[in-house]
């Protein structure tokens, strides 16, 4: 009797110290190693867009740095008549508004039409520079969530192509919830990159409007500043 009880609280014991599975917890590394060769690409992609918002972020912060006595020195300079110091000081400040000014002092003395149109097409030609990149990256915001839906549809495909060679005619659900697992990922990815690149490209937009406003508040003021009486 006594041996059996002992029996009885050895099995209680054993069972009380038998370990629970450890669950494997979901990441995005995990979810990318399922993904296959679409995940490669999309991260590609997001490599290649992180490049190209960093990049483009340098520049506009360099074409917004300006001196605030910039315009105020050009001013002083034309109305003495110091036409070479007005053009170095455009040169060695080195930015969108200074070459579009620089553009316009050489053009002074010609008819006012003329010397707004050499600053219009030298700001154009600036802003096609400031928006370098943006069709990239406004590519990759459209793309990146195809290519995670035409990831989706591959690894349906073959889950179900799986399922019909199954001579048994018996279907494992962990062999279909995984492959639906594996579908799923590509377009989890191709989310991801598609909506970070589509709220980058949208700030670099605003970020060039800005630029853009100031080019063309620059350009107002030197051309009052040659519409002032001598």
């Excluded at 962990?174 to 377009?187: D, P, R």
């Amino acid at each position: 009797m006594f041996l059996q009880i002992d029996t009885l609280d050895a099995m209680v014991e054993n069972l009380a110290v038998v370990e629970e599975p450890v669950q494997e917890s979901i990441n995005l590394w995990t979810m990318a190693a399922y993904g296959g060769w679409i995940m490669i690409i999309l991260a590609l992609l997001l490599a290649w867009g992180v490049y190209i918002f960093i990049e483009r972020m340098v520049v506009l912060k360099s074409a917004t740095k300006e001196d605030t006595s910039f315009m105020d020195r050009i001013h002083d300079y034309i109305h003495e008549g110091k036409m070479d110091s007005a053009v170095n000081l455009c040169k060695q400040t080195d930015t969108p508004a200074s070459r579009m000014i620089e553009k316009g002092i050489s053009r002074i003395g010609r008819p006012m039409q003329d010397v707004q149109v050499a600053i219009e097409n030298v700001g154009n030609l600036e802003v096609g520079k400031l928006e370098k990149g943006l069709v990239i990256m406004a590519t990759i915001a459209a793309g990146a969530p195809m290519l995670g839906f035409l990831g989706t549809v591959l690894g349906m495909v073959q889950t179900f192509f799986n399922m019909a060679q199954n001579a048994s005619g018996v279907i494992e659900m962990s062999a279909l919830s995984e492959g639906m697992y594996q579908a799923m990922v590509t377009t989890i990815g191709g989310l991801i990159v598609g909506i970070l690149a589509m709220f980058a490209y949208n700030f670099l937009v605003a970020r060039i409007d800005r630029v853009v406003r100031g080019l063309e508040s620059r350009t107002l003021e030197f051309m009052d500043l040659l519409n002032e009486p001598a």
